[in-house]
């Protein structure tokens, strides 16, 4: 059963893009919430700065997000194990971001590739089908969350050309740990970042995606560098941080993975402007 507080803070999931701000009336009509409970609700996230009037009887996300943007900026051991990391394989590729799950999507969660980086930006999310990042976190859910996710997106998984039932499904994500990284161009802003490899933190658990744009170079030099990478900023995690701060990252945690994560062979030399 959904709580009290369940229900509130679902509240803060109606802020996307496209609905930036909410009135009482809008939101009473979006979640069949009554008036009083919409009012409560809005008063207590306001209290918390979780949201803030802004004109017109109209609320917005609050100050305390921006607050705990920055401190996660300045003090997420995942972020700061990855930052150099992320330079590294943007100088090698052009575009590198990091991306975490959150719920069913994959959320950017930095980016390196000065100008290059266009409309891809810290907090751009999409579906897990649609782009390489959010393809590998998938494949290394838990069991229990990817047979929901299949029952909800069974049709366009089959347009996906990723199985026509469950058994075929479950190939496709083998494939993709055996081999260790995906290549794939998806659509979106994030949907250009077309190869990605896991990020295992010191638990054995999949905590980011780490991903980059190819610009020419073949998929598999590619996801062997990005592959590569990724397991440094596992090496940094386990280097940096107590076990215990790694038991999970909130609703996105991802399973272990089933087996080792796949490995690549060839002597890792992809630089940008390879010929493919």
Not at 124 to 139: E, K, M, N, Q
Request: cysteine-free; proline content about 5%; charged content about 25%.
């Amino acid at each position: 059963m959904t709580s009290s507080l369940d229900r509130m803070l679902s509240i803060l999931d109606l802020f996307t893009e496209t609905d930036p701000d909410w009135t009482v009336e809008r939101a009473m009509d979006r979640t069949g919430f009554s008036r009083s409970t919409i009012y409560r609700y809005f008063k207590s996230l306001n209290d918390a700065g979780l949201m803030a009037p802004s004109s017109a009887g109209r609320y917005v996300l609050g100050p305390a997000v921006i607050e705990f943007d920055r401190l996660i900026r300045r003090h997420d051991p995942l972020l700061a194990a990855a930052g150099p990391v992320a330079v590294e394989l943007a100088r090698a590729l052009g575009v590198a971001v990091v991306t975490e799950p959150f719920r069913e999507r994959v959320v950017v969660t930095r980016v390196e590739g000065g100008e290059s980086v266009g409309e891809l930006s810290r907090g751009v999310a999409a579906d897990l089908l649609d782009s390489a990042p959010g393809r590998v976190l998938l494949a290394h859910m838990a069991p229990r969350r990817v047979r929901r996710y299949y029952t909800a997106n069974a049709r366009d998984i089959a347009d996906a050309e990723l199985g026509d039932s469950w058994a075929a499904f479950r190939r496709s994500l083998r494939s993709w740990r055996r081999v260790g990284f995906v290549v794939f161009r998806g659509r979106g802003p994030l949907g250009r970042i077309d190869v990605a490899a896991p990020v295992v933190n010191p638990e054995g658990v999949v905590v980011a995606a780490l991903g980059a744009e190819r610009q020419g170079v073949d998929g598999g030099r590619a996801g062997e560098l990005v592959l590569r990478l990724a397991r440094r900023i596992g090496a940094a995690l386990a280097d940096g941080a107590a076990p215990s701060q790694w038991t999970g990252r909130g609703s996105g945690r991802i399973a272990p993975p089933a087996g080792s994560v796949g490995t690549g062979s060839a002597e890792i030399t992809a630089l940008r402007g390879s010929t493919p």
